[in-house]
């Protein structure tokens, strides 16, 4: 199957920084990723939809100036946490579809577990 | 919200098959059926979908009902490690996809 990766897989920070996290597919072009956040317990929701050069779609209620994403190029989208709060802490998934894989099938990454202090 | 009913725990002894039913009864003509697994502290796994027609691959069969109201995946011979949760997903083409709550499934020694 499709591969995406993650990175980090974990990271702590303090209360107001920012963090960056990675998403890429590695064997196949992402022209649409997606990025989902879970909390302990609960099951994935879906924060934005991008498309490859273009801005992202936003879910509602998830603040769009907190929660910047790049999608520049077919294999690579970053999510950025401005202003971290210990309530940004949760567990980050990215997926992707494009050309070359099952039509409209979403690949998941591993995630990233933030905690914000 | 979801579009799908699933129970939300089953239990399986080890080699024996899993049976996982999904009800989406308001599915409409273009959606398809879509399962996904996600074990502890790890993103989803696509597991397979379908539209009408019952499908099989190297991880499972999906039995989608004549009328398309329910469906059921089948692990033919479960593993411990076919431990996760278990979602069961309708989406239409490009639409977004909604996770419900899942069916937690334990697979038994």
């Known amino acids: 199957g499709a591969v995406v990766s993650q990175h980090p897989s974990r990271v702590i920070c303090k209360s107001g920084t920012s963090v960056k996290i990675e998403c890429r597919s590695l064997d196949f072009q992402a022209t649409t990723m997606f990025w989902y956040r879970q909390f302990p317990k609960k099951s994935l929701m879906l924060m934005a939809t991008?498309?490859?050069?273009?801005?992202?779609?936003?879910e509602q209620g998830v603040e769009k100036d907190k929660f910047l994403i790049n999608h520049a190029s077919l294999t690579l989208s970053t999510l950025t946490v401005t202003s971290a709060h210990p309530e940004d802490s949760s567990f980050y998934i990215c997926?992707?579809?494009?050309?070359?894989?099952?039509?409209?099938?979403?690949?998941f990454g591993p995630g990233t577990r933030l905690t914000v202090l | 919200d979801a579009k799908t009913t699933q129970p939300t725990s089953m239990d399986c002894a080890e080699g024996r098959a899993a049976n996982l039913p999904c009800n989406h009864s308001?599915?409409?003509?273009?959606?398809?059926v879509y399962w996904y697994r996600q074990i502890h502290s790890q993103g989803p796994q696509y597991i397979i979908h379908?539209?009408?027609n019952n499908e099989t691959n190297e991880m499972a069969s999906l039995i989608i009902t004549e009328d398309r109201k329910s469906s059921t995946l089948i692990l033919p011979h479960a593993t411990l490690r076919d431990t996760a949760v278990y979602y069961c997903i309708v989406q239409g083409g490009s639409e977004k996809l909604v996770f419900g709550k899942g069916t937690k499934l334990t697979v038994n020694p």
């Open positions: 379908g539209l009408k």
């Open positions: 997926s992707g579809t494009g050309p070359g894989v099952i039509t409209d099938t979403q690949y």
């Open positions: 991008s498309n490859e050069g273009s801005k992202a779609t936003y």
């Open positions: 308001t599915i409409s003509g273009n959606e398809y």
